[in-house]
């Protein structure tokens, strides 16, 4: 049991600092670009990533242990992985409303945003392709979250100082970011090696 | 947008330049750092992603109207995926090397906003010809992108191009890091927009 709360540890660790999901995999960049604008969002949108993550990777991992491999349809992971990915997040959009409004009016529109996300995608598919036990795998999607989590709120915080910079024309927007991502992701290059797993 | 007017070499050019998905729309980025730290891993993620953005295309405006509204988008997801999937397989089997490096991203074409963007604003409204060409454009323009990323990148971080050398000099390893990868996609972004503004200045005179 000892071992297996380090392993899951480590996996925590390495997928939020080391193969950041962000700076070193580089995924979910549209939304990553997209929602660092604002603290505020930025905020909220971790927050259901991280939850939406851990939920996805879980059912994901249920379904193609369980009912995938004994029937020996795994070649069609990508499509029941987004058909689970969907189905959970609509499902979740209408409970929410329902039993939550004040939570659906601040995080609803994160949610519709997500279904078609390819980090959230990419999570069953590692886990998949890793064949992480169930345990490893809710670690994974957990430290997958936070690291996004901590992605997204560093890009947020600089780029609202980025607002008012007085930036050169062609650069404004979108290119200044890119060089900020990279300068960050260089800075989190430092870690690997942290672990080896 | 209605039924489209123009030729189908307007369509081609719009992908290209117009609406190009990585410097004008900025949408898909994911691949285009991933796998852009050599040419030849840019051009095989260009050249799947253009077959998956026309045999999309194709697939949905012959099925335009079989589908329901309301139910629209789970099927176009369902399409994409099922040409997807198609390709991951094809490249797994054929070009096993390329795949092993770039797999994930591959599979994970099906979540690119793009493809779907195409599927809903475009095919699903016109007609098979005009269908395919817009799917042939911004597959280009997507290609186009990715190519010139991957370029140089693997010019200046490596020395070489497609494996051959072509600069004898100290490469500048930083890209090929990941890190290099925001500071080129960044600055090619920069030169986009500066030979933008420059041309309608000229034309505005």
Not at chain 1, 150 to 164: D, N
Not at chain 2, 93 to 100: L, S
Not at chain 2, 103 to 116: D, K, M, P, R, W
Not at chain 2, 177 to 186: D, I, M, N, R
Request: with cysteine.
């Amino acid at each position: 049991m000892g071992s297996e709360f380090t392993r899951m540890f480590e996996l925590f660790i390495s997928a939020s600092l080391i193969n950041n999901f962000v700076f070193t995999r580089f995924l979910g960049l549209c939304i990553f670009f997209g929602v660092s604008k604002k603290m505020e969002t930025a905020a909220g949108m971790s927050v259901t990533f991280t939850a939406v993550m851990m939920i996805s990777a879980a059912l994901s991992w249920v379904i193609f242990n369980h009912v995938m491999v004994p029937l020996e349809i795994t070649f069609l992971k990508i499509v029941v992985f987004i058909g689970i990915v969907a189905g959970f997040v609509q499902a979740s959009d209408t409970i929410m409303r329902k039993v939550a409004p004040g939570l659906y009016y601040k995080l609803g529109i994160y949610l519709a945003l997500i279904s078609t996300n390819c980090i959230i995608l990419a999570v069953p598919l590692i886990n998949a392709g890793e064949h992480y036990s169930f345990l490893e795998g809710i670690a994974f999607g957990f430290g997958s979250g936070i690291g996004f989590a901590i992605a997204l709120v560093l890009m947020a915080s600089i780029r609202e100082k980025l607002e008012i910079a007085d930036v050169p024309a062609p650069f404004k927007g979108m290119p200044i970011a890119f060089v900020v991502t990279g300068l960050i992701a260089l800075a989190f290059a430092g870690f690997s090696g942290l672990i080896t797993l | 947008m209605a039924a489209h007017q123009g030729s189908n070499w307007d369509l081609i050019k719009n992908g290209i330049i117009a609406e190009n998905t990585i410097f004008k729309l900025a949408i898909s980025l994911c691949p285009a750092i991933a796998v852009t730290n050599n040419l030849r891993n840019g051009f095989l993620m260009g050249v799947a992603v253009l077959f998956v953005q026309t045999m999309v295309n194709i697939t949905i405006s012959l099925l335009k109207n079989f589908i329901h509204p309301k139910i629209r988008i789970p099927i176009f997801m369902l399409v994409i995926s099922g040409w997807v999937t198609i390709t991951d397989m094809s490249m797994a089997a054929f070009a096993p090397d390329a795949y092993k490096q770039m797999g994930l991203y591959i599979q994970l074409i099906v979540a690119f906003a793009s493809i779907l963007a195409r599927a809903e604003v475009f095919a699903s409204k016109n007609k098979f010809m005009p269908s395919m060409f817009d799917g042939i454009g911004m597959g280009l323009g997507f290609l186009f992108a990715l190519v010139v990323i991957s370029f140089f990148r693997e010019l200046l971080g490596k020395g070489t191009l497609w494996g051959i050398p072509i600069v004898d000099a100290k490469p500048l390893l930083i890209m090929i890091l990941p890190a290099g990868g925001f500071f080129a996609v960044g600055i090619l972004m920069a030169a986009f927009n500066w030979i933008d503004a420059r041309y309608l200045r000229k034309r505005a005179q």
